[in-house]
């Protein structure tokens, strides 16, 4: 509750949630070098680790949620070019983030299917659109091995099941 308070104090993160502005922003930017140093912020966590400064930008905001990056100097001294860079590489950073918890999520769903399949026994093999094999259940892959063991190996699916495929 207390790291919560202090963050919500935060005033770049005030800032983000109050404007939706997910661009680069210093404490500087909002508060003097005394006015930061009368804060409980500065007093409960940038003074132990030397900061003076903040830089941070916004990878995703949410209702409830809040990620980002942010760096740290021991003196104010970030530049308007500092700020430029940041800016640039915000967009590329949250899409990255993006994209590692949608491989998260699918890696979740991944488990829970591989479990279910297994769980009922069942024989599940799911392809994409050129046919290879993007998920085979424990159960299809023992049965492609035991009835096609020269092709039950890779991405693909035996040359008569694919042929039949084609056909229905």
């Known amino acids: 509750k207390i790291f919560e308070s202090l963050v ?9 949630r109050q404007t939706g502005d997910l661009s680069a922003r210093k404490i500087s930017d909002f508060l003097s070098r005394p006015a930061f140093h009368r804060t409980a912020l500065y007093n409960e966590v940038y003074r132990p680790i030397g900061a003076e400064d903040q830089f941070a930008f916004c990878l995703q905001q949410t209702p409830d949620t809040l990620v980002a990056v942010a760096m ?4 104010r ?11 640039l590489l915000q967009p590329h950073l949250a899409q ?7 491989l998260t999520s699918l890696q979740n769903e991944l488990r829970v299917l591989r479990g279910v399949t297994d769980d009922l026994a069942l024989g599940l093999i799911i392809l994409d659109r050129r046919s290879r094999i993007q998920f085979a259940s424990g ?9 096609f063991p020269s092709s039950a190996s890779g991405s693909r699916l035996p040359q008569v099941v694919s042929a039949w495929l084609r056909r229905t």
Do not use: C
């Not at 990255?96 to 949608?102: C, E, G, L, P, W």
């Not at 159960?139 to 009835?147: G, M, N, P, S």
């Open 77 to 87: 001294n970030f530049s308007e070019s500092d700020r430029q860079l940041l800016n």
């Open 139 to 147: 159960r299809a892959r023992r049965l492609l091995k035991k009835y």
């Open 72 to 75: 740290n100097r021991p003196r």
């Open 96 to 102: 990255a983030y993006r994209n590692a918890a949608t």
């Open 8 to 16: 919500d104090q935060h005033p770049l993160v005030q800032h983000q």
